[in-house]
């Protein structure tokens, strides 16, 4: 119940394409979801994060798209930059501060 | 401002040997945290500090595995008697304040690689 299961492993885009990556989870008690981004030989960065509140939230190129219902959440990387390259992970958290987190997307993006 | 900052960046050892993992959260953060991200994998919740109240250790792998936070401040993750399987990244994170929604940052991690 405290996994949090993320898609694809790897992902290949081209500049300026769409790149989208899903991530599941099982335990109902999780009530915030956010996205790291990891660059190679760095700790995760933030990147945007959700409340399962609302079903969208977008910042910039960045949006999270909710589905409660389903357990489901997924980022959209718009008009994706080679500069967008990067691991990322979801995670989730229902308190006590604790991130479970998927297993990591590796996003590259060809000029 | 400083953020988090992690030593060793590299730990080389000998299985079977102890080592020693620092943390310096970024000042004023109540809350540490320390994760572990094996080659290709996630990051695995070890442990979590807030304040003064007791850490929550239910990430932590084994008994071989122990940390402490001194004053409130920096941190130290303990493995003993190293084993292969304990190679991996270890990262260390900070939040301000007790809402777990606030933004947790990390530091650069420190690579443990046991021969």
């Known amino acids: 119940q405290q996994q949090v299961k993320q898609s694809p492993q790897s992902l290949i885009v081209q500049k300026g394409g769409i790149s989208i990556i899903n991530c599941a989870y099982e335990n109902t008690a999780f009530d915030y979801f956010p996205w790291y981004q990891q660059f190679p030989g760095k700790g995760p960065a933030l990147l945007i994060a959700i409340r399962p509140d609302v079903s969208e939230k977008k910042e910039g190129r960045f949006t999270i798209s909710f589905n409660k219902s389903a357990k489901q959440f997924s980022l959209h990387i718009m008009d994706s930059q080679p500069g967008d390259s990067a691991t990322y992970f979801c995670?989730?958290?229902?308190?006590?501060?604790?991130?479970?987190f998927g297993q990591g997307t590796e996003l590259s993006v060809k000029p | 401002g400083a953020g988090v900052s992690q030593s060793p960046s590299n730990k080389v050892t000998e299985k079977g040997k102890d080592v020693e993992l620092r943390c310096d959260p970024i000042s004023g953060h109540t809350a540490l945290y320390w994760y572990r991200q094996s080659l290709g994998q996630g990051l695995e919740f070890l442990i979590y500090f807030q304040g003064n109240s007791a850490p929550d250790k239910s990430g932590l792998p084994s008994d071989r595995f122990s940390a402490e936070r001194t004053g409130g401040s920096v941190s130290t993750l303990t493995i003993q008697r190293t084993q292969q399987e304990d190679s991996a990244v270890y990262l260390c994170?900070?939040?301000?304040?007790?809402?777990?929604?606030?933004?947790?940052?990390f530091g650069p991690g420190t690579r443990l690689t046991v021969l």
């Open positions: 995670a989730a958290s229902g308190g006590g501060g604790k991130l479970i």
């Open positions: 994170a900070s939040l301000k304040g007790r809402e777990t929604y606030n933004e947790q940052f």
